[in-house]
């Protein structure tokens, strides 16, 4: 029996599992998707600072892959990706019931690994220490089970502390600031930001109304000063009489806190690409390399490697819009409301890199010669280098639209050419990726956010304690899940 051709997509979350079910719904006959994944459930990381938090939402943050398929040549594996070739990868584990021992062949494959979570959120790390408590030592293994004891511990952790540090001032550590002053208002929660502005590449009105909040919540605020990474590694770590934890900034001054917690940015996971090709991996930042097309690129090409025609840069197009099968039970005011979850938290790029510089947009004209031998794989989401794209679900999202439909393209001309035919036409062109505006809405609180879109900023009120989780189950296949169906 021939096997079928298959495209990999490596990584399940945002921007994979949407390419998955985009290829899933296109693929001709004969071929087959295999979303690989190290979580038995999609992780819907958006909400896990809060889940992290407040106790007894825990269980929405994981949806069953189950759904992700309607036919059954596509598969869904649960294992870690342990090495990664042109054409082959390596997994941690062999899957007999499917006939695949632990090496899968694929014919394309697009690559949506992301990047590690700041560690307070990373449930692959360890969870922050309970004060006056030992830390579990069970393994993690990605299961729900243990994502959501997890979160539990975290909870713990929150709760047994008297006062809090929060490092940075993105989105992920403004959420975790209000979020705690809010369910715990008698713990002293301190923010701390190496800049003088919160949020410096969107909007300073943004930064004026999340300072409003936090004064209404009493958080302290600690702007201008940078945390100095060295005292956060000392051992043992310094201490004041109260037991609580001392850190200081690089001026020198000193913050005491029961709990420290860095949301200082997060680093791609490259490591699969720089073992199969270094020369995919951008030096700077280390996140992949991709062509216009969301190919993977090589950062150093010469003549003598496949070459893409040279073409001009499309005139930069709004993200479209996005429908879902009808039995999805996702409609348009939904959608817009999952695309808002996946905006919900950025990560605080003020240690890697600077977040003010603006991208001037491609020119209509613009010429652009790129090389790769890499015709048949693709980088979306956080792993990949896109253009100044912002590091967000919905980012991932579109990228997984615009990688599936090109392999879906060059799926078609490699049946055509495989049945004698030659003809080409315009549609066989390959799509170019740009990034739409930087948007964002950030929870201050659990009721109160500020958001920004299409240079619009605005607030509102309208908060809810599990922040929408129903809606990102409906976008999975679950519509109308009830809280006791979000717990399988």
Not at 195 to 221: Q, T
Not at 269 to 293: F, I, P
Request: aromatic share 6%; proline share 6%.
């Amino acid at each position: 029996m021939q096997l079928p051709k298959t495209v990999a997509v490596l990584g399940g979350s945002y921007g994979g599992y949407h390419a998955a079910q985009i290829l899933a719904e296109g693929l001709p006959e004969g071929w087959r998707v295999v979303l690989i994944d190290r979580n038995s459930h999609v992780n819907h990381v958006y909400v896990l600072s809060r889940y992290g938090v407040l106790p007894g939402h825990e269980h929405k943050a994981f949806i069953p892959y189950t759904r992700a398929f309607h036919s059954v040549e596509h598969l869904n594996l649960h294992a870690s990706i342990t090495s990664l070739s042109t054409h082959s990868l390596t997994l941690s584990k062999s899957f007999p019931e499917h006939g695949l021992t632990d090496v899968l062949h694929f014919d394309y494959a697009i690559y949506a690994l992301g990047s590690h979570l700041p560690s307070p959120i990373n449930l692959w790390g360890a969870p922050p220490p309970i004060k006056g408590a030992s830390a579990p030592e069970a393994p993690y293994g990605g299961t729900k089970v243990e994502s959501m004891a997890w979160l539990q511990h975290h909870q713990q952790a929150v709760g047994a502390a008297d006062s809090v540090l929060v490092v940075g001032g993105g989105a992920l550590g403004i959420q975790y600031a209000t979020d705690i002053a809010a369910v715990h208002p008698g713990k002293r929660v301190t923010l701390l930001h190496s800049r003088h502005r919160l949020l410096p590449r969107f909007d300073p009105s943004m930064h004026s109304e999340i300072l409003e909040a936090m004064d209404e919540l009493r958080v302290n605020v600690i702007l201008g000063e940078r945390l100095d990474l060295d005292s956060t590694r000392e051992e043992p770590p310094k201490r004041n009489q109260a037991g609580q934890r001392i850190v200081r900034t690089v001026t020198g001054r000193e913050v005491a806190a029961d709990l420290l917690l860095l949301c200082t940015g997060q680093q791609a996971n490259t490591e699969l690409l720089e073992s199969m090709d270094s020369r995919t991996v951008v030096r700077q930042n280390g996140m992949a390399k991709v062509l216009r097309t969301l190919q993977l690129g090589i950062e150093s090409a010469s003549a003598a490697e496949t070459p893409l025609r040279s073409s001009a840069l499309p005139t930069p197009a709004p993200e479209p819009a996005y429908a879902y099968a009808e039995d999805d039970g996702v409609d348009s005011a939904q959608l817009d409301i999952m695309l808002a979850q996946m905006n919900l938290l950025a990560p605080d790029s003020d240690y890697f890199a600077s977040s003010d510089e603006t991208l001037a947009p491609s020119s209509e004209t613009e010429k652009v010669e790129e090389y790769t031998p890499y015709l048949h794989l693709f980088a979306i989401g956080d792993a990949a280098d896109s253009f100044g794209a912002i590091n967000a679900g919905h980012t991932a999202y579109y990228q997984g639209e615009v990688a599936a439909r090109n392999i879906l393209k060059l799926v078609g001309l490699q049946e055509r050419e495989e049945s004698g035919a030659r003809d080409t036409s315009e549609d066989d062109e390959l799509e170019h990726y740009e990034p739409g505006p930087p948007g964002i809405k950030v929870t201050l609180g659990l009721r109160k956010s500020v958001f920004q879109s299409q240079g619009v900023v605005g607030t509102k009120n309208d908060g809810v304690e599990d922040l929408q989780a129903g809606y990102m189950w409906a976008s999975h296949g679950f519509p109308d899940a009830s809280d006791d169906d979000m717990r399988i």
